[in-house]
C-alpha cells in the first residue's frame, strides 16, 4: 500500500524524530510512504528529505482556504498513486496503535465532536454553518430541513468533525468528481465554511460511506467542546490515552518519544 502523509503547518512540523521512526517501520513492512507539506513559509526538513513542499497559498483561520490547502495536499499525493492519505497539524503526534492501524487502514475515517457540544460555542454558530451547505437564509425556528439540488439537509444530522482525518484515493476523487459537477465549490467558498464542517458534512450531501472513530485523534479538552488543542507543556498522558488513540494534538516537546510513544 502507498501511504501519503499531508501536513498543513503554520512553518514546520515537530516531532520529526517520530514521525522519521513511523516511515521507517512502514517501509520496513512493505508499504510505500510520501509526503507533503503546506505551510506559510517554506520548510525544508534535513529529517524527512523526501518530504515535498507544496507552492503555498494564502491561509487564514475559519476561512476556505484552509480547505483550498488541503486539496492542493491530497491532489499532489493521490497524483502520486496514494492509496490513502493522512492529513495532520505540525504539531500532531502518532501514538502506540498508529503503526498497526495505519498499515491495515484503507476507510476515509473522521473523529466527530459529541452531539451534546455540536455547535461548538453556540447552537447559533452551527446553524450558520449548516446554512453554508443549503446556500440558504432562513429563520432558524421556521424549517430544519433544507434543499440543496434536490437533496435534503436535515439540521439534526449535521455534524461536526476533528479537524484531521485521512482519506482514501477513491473516496478523494469521488468528491472531487461530484463537487464538480454540482458545482459546490463556488457555493461553499462564497458561504465560507469552517474546516471541520466541511469534509463530514460534504460526504453527508453527496452520500458517500466514511468511518466515524472516537479513538482516532485526541485533542485533550477535558469538556471536548472546541476541537482545536491545548498546547502539551510538562504534563502527563496516561497509557490509557496512548493506548486508545491513534494520533494526539497539540504537542511541541521533541523528545516525544521518550514520552509518548
Known amino acids: 500500500m502507498k501511504i501519503g502523509f499531508a501536513f498543513l503547518t503554520y512553518r514546520d512540523i515537530h516531532n520529526q524524530q517520530v514521525y522519521k521512526k513511523l516511515f521507517e517501520e512502514l517501509s520496513a513492512d512493505g508499504h510505500e510512504v510520501i509526503s507533503a507539506i503546506h505551510s506559510k513559509k517554506r520548510f525544508d526538513s534535513t529529517i524527512l528529505p523526501d518530504l515535498d513542499f507544496i507552492s503555498t497559498i494564502e491561509t487564514r483561520w475559519a476561512t476556505p482556504s484552509l480547505i483550498q490547502a488541503q486539496i492542493l495536499l ?13 492529513f495532520l497539524s505540525g504539531d500532531t503526534l502518532p501514538l502506540r496503535r498508529s503503526k498497526g492501524f495505519i ?4 476507510e476515509t475515517t473522521f473523529c466527530l465532536q459529541d452531539k451534546e457540544f455540536l455547535g461548538g460555542h453556540n447552537e447559533d454558530y452551527q446553524y ?3 446554512k453554508v451547505f443549503s446556500g440558504v ?7 430544519d430541513i433544507f434543499r440543496v439540488n434536490g437533496l435534503d439537509i436535515d439540521f439534526k444530522n449535521f455534524e461536526k468533525q476533528q479537524m484531521f482525518f485521512c482519506i482514501n ?17 463556488n457555493k461553499l467558498q462564497r458561504l ?4 471541520e464542517y466541511f469534509w463530514v458534512n460534504i460526504f453527508n450531501l453527496l452520500d458517500m460511506p466514511y468511518r466515524a472513530m472516537d479513538s482516532y485523534l485526541y485533542s485533550n479538552r477535558k469538556n471536548n467542546v472546541n476541537t482545536q488543542a491545548e ?6 498522558i496516561n ?10 494534538r497539540k504537542l511541541r516537546q521533541e523528545n516525544a518519544e521518550i514520552n509518548f510513544i
Open 74 to 86: 491530497f491532489s499532489h499525493l493521490f497524483a502520486q498513486e496514494s492509496d490513502i492519505v493522512y
Open 103 to 106: 498499515s491495515l487502514n484503507q
Open 128 to 130: 450558520d454553518q449548516s
Open 137 to 143: 437564509n432562513q429563520n432558524k425556528w421556521n424549517n
Open 169 to 185: 484515493k477513491r473516496d478523494f476523487n469521488t468528491f472531487f468528481r461530484k463537487t464538480l459537477e454540482n458545482n459546490y465549490f
Open 192 to 195: 465560507s465554511p469552517m474546516d
Open 231 to 236: 498546547d502539551f507543556r510538562l504534563c502527563v
Open 239 to 248: 497509557d490509557d490515552i496512548k493506548d486508545k488513540y491513534i494520533f494526539l
